[in-house]
């Protein structure tokens, strides 16, 4: 394999394919290994994704997870390390004050100790999906972040907009601020802000971006930061400064799959709002569905695994007519009355291996096409799948590409050369789980 130009670490793996989605259609060969590659890549590419699952650990494991992933991108070549964080700045929220610190600040400050660097960017800004940053505040389409449907989520719920706050409450460095301003006026005016900010002591500035315009004026800018964190937007405008263009074509080839066969379903953990409305959608369509049994999920591991044969008798008759929902999306109050038994983690927790061992046991059906929904979810189930790495192909809805499974190792494990979508909770049409099918035709 050649030196990679861009590594990655992402903390979720529909973070990672959102990050590796931008990079594609930025004109760039992208690999997403779902956790630190065990082995060499099969394919020839410019830049890797890491997908970790270190959004809702313990920070000490975030971190060291975090540095290994960094060690092997380094060990690749990467000129320029990216830490990729969720689009709502969201991060692991503990059940006592001490731990609600979250892990974007230590995992940041890690990698920069660890790279001796002295100065990163931090920000979650993706004006294409709605999430902007203007003084510092991050924006969830028309509202503040602490007013979104973020202060609702099941594991990590945002009650604060203002983001130089949040991540100075993580961090040990100054952090500061580069605003819409400096942002707008173009290189020129982004450098000498970071020259400013530097001599301040400021470690890490938080960045506005209110629009594409932004994030492309600011790439250029970010050319010589060995380190990057952001969310998934900053990526659109790294590929320049390697050199490359996003032309259509380039950016077609990068994004090309294998053709799609098998048949087609989709697993839902998530209980975002966006997810709620593509469940009622497919609902609404006709097609046939069925809402996981939570009471046995979260009874007895004998009353979960017989829930889990029960869901995959009814699917095996339907998949042979055309694509399945299965669900465990619930709105906020379900979730709330959900969690009380257990609490959140234990909740999620057992939610997650039951919505894995479905996913599986679809695949083992004959299920070639599936759609997961849900950061955590899919990250649970693509691990359960046993898919290493996963070629990025062409975009669904913004931050959620088609991807396809590919094999690391002699062991054909069940989700190698199967189509996979990695759905983000909040990304995505009302309509995304109908039509996301068609799109593989
Ligand atoms: P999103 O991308 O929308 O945040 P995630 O999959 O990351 O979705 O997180 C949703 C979490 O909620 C998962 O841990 C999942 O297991 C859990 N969960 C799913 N359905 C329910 C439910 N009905 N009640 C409580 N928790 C649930």
Not at 22 to 49: C, F, K, S, Y
Not at 320 to 345: C, F, H, M, N, W
Not at 357 to 365: R, S
Not at 406 to 425: D, P, Q, Y
Request: glycine content about 10%; charged content about 15%; aromatic content about 6%.
């Amino acid at each position: 394999m050649s030196k990679i130009l861009l590594g990655c670490i992402a903390d979720d793996f529909t973070g990672a394919t959102d990050l590796a989605n931008n990079l594609v259609r930025a004109g760039m060969r992208v690999v997403q290994t779902n956790g630190i590659p065990a082995q060499a890549l099969t394919a020839e590419v410019d830049a890797v994704v890491i997908a970790l699952k270190t959004r809702t650990i313990a920070p000490t494991d975030a971190i060291a997870q975090s540095l290994t992933a960094l060690n092997w991108l380094k060990q690749a070549g990467s000129r320029q390390i990216y830490f990729k964080y969720c689009s709502t700045f969201d991060s692991w929220y503990g059940a006592n004050d001490d731990a609600k610190r979250g892990n974007i600040g230590p995992v940041t400050e890690a990698l920069m100790d660890a790279m001796d660097v002295d100065f990163t960017i931090a920000t979650p800004a993706f004006p294409d999906n709605g999430r902007t940053v203007f003084k510092g505040h991050l924006f969830v389409g028309d509202v503040l972040l602490s007013e979104s449907s973020m202060k609702n989520h099941p594991l990590t719920p945002m009650l604060d907009a203002n983001l130089v706050n949040v991540m100075q409450a993580q961090c040990q460095r100054k952090v500061g601020l580069i605003d819409y301003r400096s942002v707008a006026a173009g290189f020129d005016a982004v450098t000498a802000r970071i020259a400013e900010l530097r001599a301040q002591g400021v470690g890490i500035a938080i960045v506005d971006a209110i629009s594409n315009d932004d994030l492309m004026r600011l790439g250029p800018a970010l050319a010589d930061l060995p380190l990057v964190t952001a969310g998934s937007g900053v990526a659109i405008g790294l590929p320049q400064n390697f050199g490359i263009q996003a032309t259509g074509e380039s950016a077609a080839q990068a994004a090309a799959l294998p053709a799609a066969k098998g048949w087609q379903a989709v697993v839902s953990g998530s209980c975002s709002q966006a997810t709620n409305a593509q469940v009622a959608a497919w609902q609404a369509s006709g097609q046939p569905h069925k809402a996981l049994n939570l009471a046995a999920v979260l009874g007895s591991d004998a009353q979960s695994q017989a829930e889990v044969q029960s869901v995959l008798s009814w699917a095996k008759p339907f998949l042979t007519r055309g694509p399945v929902l299965i669900y465990s999306t619930a709105d906020v109050e379900s979730v709330k009355t959900t969690q009380t038994l257990l609490g959140s983690d234990a909740t999620g927790a057992r939610v997650e291996q039951a919505l894995s061992a479905i996913a599986k046991g679809l695949v083992e059906l004959g299920v070639q096409q599936l759609v997961l929904a849900g950061g955590e979810t899919s990250g649970a189930c693509v691990l359960a799948l046993g898919v290493e790495q996963m070629q990025i192909g062409p975009q669904i809805d913004p931050g959620v590409p088609w991807c396809y499974g590919l094999s690391s190792k002699a062991r054909e494990t069940a989700g190698v050369n199967i189509h996979l979508t990695l759905k983000s909770g909040n990304f995505g049409s009302s309509d995304f789980f109908v039509k996301v099918f068609k799109l593989l035709q």
